[in-house]
């Protein structure tokens, strides 16, 4: 598969009052789970942008600092658009360890050239597991420049200009896209 992936870590982890890439889930860390998902997708790069190298990463895995002032996800997905060597890139927020293999392939085997996808849970756009092709790099970068730093914003604008496409996620799939952001969710 043609693609580069990247494993976004950069959140400040308000919620869980530490870091999250480093609890454990059904025995392994996050970053861990995260990462064994994307290589299974065998991309032709792995990046991990956060806002500082963590000591846990993996040599084979490339630092992509956030591009800054952080301005949350959108500062790493700028950043690492910026730098892959293909013409689609992968992100897949830390947070979601439910995200399955199968699922990601199928959102792999819809893109197009100049064209990603974004899957759509009801009427919610999910741009922290998505493919965005390389071409959305300069509108990723004048979002950093505009007043708003949502990726839901970006996402709508993205798909005006045919850079992504919507993929309807199914009720027995939703449960992939499951944020773990409170220490209650990993009971």
Partial sequence: MNISA???????SRRMGQDKATLAFHGSPLWEIQLDLLRKMRPREI??????????????????????????PLSGLAATLSRIRTDHLLALAIDMPLMTEDFLRSLCDMIKPSCGVIPMI??????????????????????????????????K??????????????????????NFNKPSDFI
């Fill in 157 to 178: 604008r993205l798909i005006a200009a045919g850079k992504l496409r919507l993929v309807s996620v199914s009720k027995n799939d939703e449960n992939y896209f499951r």
């Fill in 122 to 155: 009801g009427d919610r756009a999910e741009p922290l597991a998505a493919i965005y092709p390389k071409g959305a790099a300069s509108n990723v970068i004048a979002a950093l420049s505009g007043p708003d730093f949502s990726l839901r914003s970006l996402a």
């Fill in 47 to 72: 990046f991990l942008s956060a806002r500082s190298d963590p000591v846990w990463r993996p040599a084979d895995v490339h630092f992509v600092p956030d591009q800054t002032p952080s301005r949350g």
């Fill in 6 to 12: 990247a494993l976004l870590v950069g959140g400040e």
